[in-house]
């Protein structure tokens, strides 16, 4: 009997290793799959492979694995590990399902002060239905005529993916939610709402073998 339980929460494990999700343009910092719950980054370091990036505000492509998260999209000015991300350029919406999701164009603020050759890194967090946080960090350079730009062909959600904007409606059932925190330091401290799942599958195995 445990062993069917034991199985049963392995394949729970299994589903939440392999629910994270990966950049494709910007280039992300580097592959953060056993380390994309570190905040605020994924835990990888600030890398000198910078995109170029419009100083108006460029495309967001991305990899997503989960049915759905709340997503957020920060920036931080500065060209080392220091960056603090206290800009907000998208505001907690519900991505749904799992594919390939793109953002056109992401504007940027006009009081930023920036300027052609400013460094800066974009920050990428998803909130699962397992409350914890997941991130991800592209490292660019804004430019007056950035010479990588995403090709518009390029820039296409996958089938059955897309986005809900949060209301303030709560939902009647087990679905994905309606509200969530609408600023950005909500967003950085969200993997401190629970537990989250993986802690949960670690209590649960404990409890198993106990």
């Not at 709340?70 to 749904?96: C, E, K, M, P, R």
């Not at 007056?144 to 709560?170: D, E, F, H, W, Y």
């Not at 802690?199 to 195995?205: D, K, P, R, T």
Request: hydrophobic share 40%; proline share 5%.
């Amino acid at each position: 009997m445990i062993a069917n339980q034991l199985l049963i929460v392995l394949a729970f494990g299994m589903s939440l290793v392999s629910a994270h999700f990966r950049v494709e343009y910007p280039y992300w910092r580097g592959d953060s799959f056993k380390t994309q719950y570190t905040r605020p980054c994924g835990g990888v370091n600030v890398t000198h492979n910078r995109t170029q990036w419009p100083v108006d505000g460029g495309s967001i492509l991305f990899k997503p694995s989960h049915h759905w998260a709340l997503t957020y999209v920060n920036l931080g000015l500065g060209d080392d590990d220091s960056i603090i991300f206290n800009t907000t350029l998208v505001h907690g919406f519900n991505q749904t399902g799992n594919g390939t999701f793109c953002f056109p164009k992401i504007s940027i603020p006009t009081n930023l002060g920036i300027q052609d050759g400013t460094n800066a890194s974009l920050q990428l967090v998803q909130v699962s239905d397992g409350g914890s946080s997941l991130y991800n960090c592209m490292d660019i350079t804004f430019s007056k005529s950035p010479s990588n730009l995403l090709a518009q062909n390029m820039c296409v959600n996958s089938t059955g993916v897309g986005g809900v904007a949060i209301s303030s409606t709560p939902t009647s059932g087990g679905g994905s939610p309606s509200a969530s925190p609408s600023h950005a330091g909500a967003v950085s401290n969200a993997g401190a709402m629970g537990m989250g799942a993986v802690g949960l599958f670690a209590m649960v195995i404990a409890s198993l073998l106990a």
